[in-house]
C-alpha cells in the first residue's frame, strides 16, 4: 500500500519524539514518503493543485502532529480547509478521496492520567474530528497512534519501545 506522511510540527528540528519516529521509518520504509507541511509552506500559501494531486497518488495517508491543546497545529488546519474542497474530497463530483486509508499519529506532553475518561477525555476521544473528517470524505479511518508524557523522564526509553510500533502502525 502506498503510504505517505502529511507531518505538521512547527519546529521538527527540536521535536525529539517526532523527529525519531520519522528518522526510524526513514531506516526501515525509506518508500514511504514524508511531507513535511511547515518546511514546504514556510509562508503558509499552500498550493492546493498540487496537494491534490500528491493525495491522489497515495492509498493510506497518516498525519503526524503535536497535539498541542488538544488539538493539531494550525497550518495542518488550514491544509485541510484549502486542500479537501468540495467537488474533490466531497460533494458531487468529490470522489478523490474515497476508499484511501486515514490515519493519525500523535504526540503530546501531557501524560496518560490527562488522555483518560477521568481527565480531558481519551485520545479517540479527542481525535473524534479526524475520524469524522476521513468518514465525511468517503475514507476509511484506521485509528491512530499516540505517544504521550513526551517530557517525562522515561520519554527516551519509552520512545526506543515505542519506534516499532510506530512504524508497524505506518506500514501495516
Request: charged content about 20%; glycine content about 8%.
Amino acid at each position: 500500500m502506498k503510504t505517505i506522511i502529511i507531518l505538521a510540527h512547527p519546529n521538527i528540528a527540536q521535536s525529539y519524539v517526532n523527529k525519531s519516529w520519522i528518522e526510524a521509518l526513514k531506516k526501515t520504509n525509506p518508500e514511504i514518503e514524508v511531507h513535511d507541511l511547515y518546511k514546504k509552506y514556510p509562508n503558509w500559501q499552500i498550493d492546493v493543485p498540487a496537494e491534490q494531486a500528491l493525495l491522489i497518488e497515495y492509498d493510506r495517508i497518516i498525519f503526524q502532529y503535536p497535539f498541542q491543546w488538544y488539538n493539531m497545529p494550525p497550518l495542518l488546519k488550514k491544509w485541510i480547509d484549502d486542500v479537501f474542497l468540495q467537488g474533490w474530497a466531497y460533494g458531487q463530483g468529490g470522489e478523490n478521496l474515497i476508499g484511501k486509508e486515514i490515519g493519525v499519529i500523535i504526540s503530546t506532553a501531557g501524560i496518560s492520567d490527562v488522555y483518560a475518561e477521568s481527565g480531558f477525555g481519551t485520545t479517540e476521544q479527542l481525535l473524534k474530528p479526524m475520524a469524522s473528517t476521513a468518514k465525511f470524505v468517503g475514507a476509511k479511518y484506521i485509528g491512530h497512534h499516540a505517544f504521550l508524557g513526551a517530557y517525562t523522564p522515561d520519554a527516551g526509553e519509552r520512545l526506543t519501545k515505542d519506534a516499532e510500533t510506530y512504524t508497524d502502525f505506518v506500514t501495516k
